[in-house]
T-cell receptor, first 116, second 112 residues
Framework: AQSVTQPDIHITVSEGASLELRCNYSYGATPYLFWYVQSPGQGLQLLLKYFSGDTLVQGIKGFEAEFKRSQSSFNLRKPSVHWSDAAEYFCAVGSLSSGSARQLTFGSGTQLTVLP | SQTIHQWPATLVQPVGSPLSLECTVEGTSNPNLYWYRQAAGRGLQLLFYSVGIGQISSEVPQNLSASRPQDRQFILSSKKLLLSDSGFYLC???????????FGEGSWLTVV
């Protein structure tokens, strides 16, 4: 069974500083990997995804993530954080389950606080 | 473009009362549909998924149930709510052969 670990429950950075959110996964085959962001009281918005090809993927809002198979990681980065980036971030790995339904296994999330 | 709607956005219900959360997807046909729950301070838990009308798979045994009466409609129900049912419920969909899940705005349920 697949699993996702986000080792940092809470991260605080200053506005304008760089950001890296860690994600490690366990999956037997080539994974589908995702990062979602959730603002308070809102649904989840897709930031970016990796299926195959270039291991550095670009997403919305200036985010990028790098897939490293050797480290089973898919860390999310942003060179300069904005106050509006404060939210909870979820990493997820996708699988093909019975019935052809794609399911995601989510990490427990990382809460990002941005200081002025 | 495709959109997903779920309602109500907020719900306060007494213990033992019934529940019905509805979700509809527009702009696509034969989507895969999902219900997730996010309890306070915890991650996301898949509750149910459906690959077609009347086809429901349950991931977690509990007092909740799901139904799919129409192709783009997914309903989460309970006959008698428990305090532990409180949480944030998210409906989501994927295209039938798609790999990306898109989420609705969520429904806050507080059982009192």
């Amino acid at each position: 069974a697949q699993s996702v670990t986000q080792p940092d429950i809470h991260i605080t950075v200053s506005e304008g500083a760089s950001l890296e959110l860690r994600c490690n996964y366990s999956y037997g085959a080539t994974p589908y990997l995702f990062w979602y962001v959730q603002s308070p009281g809102q649904g989840l918005q897709l930031l970016l995804k990796y299926f195959s090809g270039d291991t550095l993927v670009q997403g919305i809002k200036g985010f990028e993530a790098e897939f490293k198979r050797s480290q089973s990681s898919f860390n999310l980065r942003k060179p300069s954080v904005h106050w509006s980036d404060a939210a909870e971030y979820f990493c997820a790995v996708g699988s093909l389950s019975s019935g052809s339904a794609r399911q995601l296994t989510f990490g427990s999330g990382t809460q990002l606080t941005v200081l002025p | 473009s495709q959109t997903i709607h779920q309602w109500p956005a907020t719900l306060v219900q007494p213990v033992g009362s019934p529940l019905s959360l509805e979700c509809t997807v527009e702009g696509t046909s034969n989507p895969n549909l999902y219900w997730y729950r996010q309890a306070a301070g915890r991650g996301l838990q898949l509750l149910f998924y459906s690959v077609g009308i009347g086809q429901i798979s349950s991931e977690v045994p509990q007092n909740l149930s799901a139904s799919r009466p129409q192709d783009r409609q997914f309903i989460l129900s309970s006959k008698k709510l428990l305090l532990s049912d409180s949480g944030f419920y998210l409906c989501a969909w994927t295209a039938n052969i798609g790999n990306t899940i898109y989420f609705g705005e969520g429904s806050w349920l507080t059982v009192v």
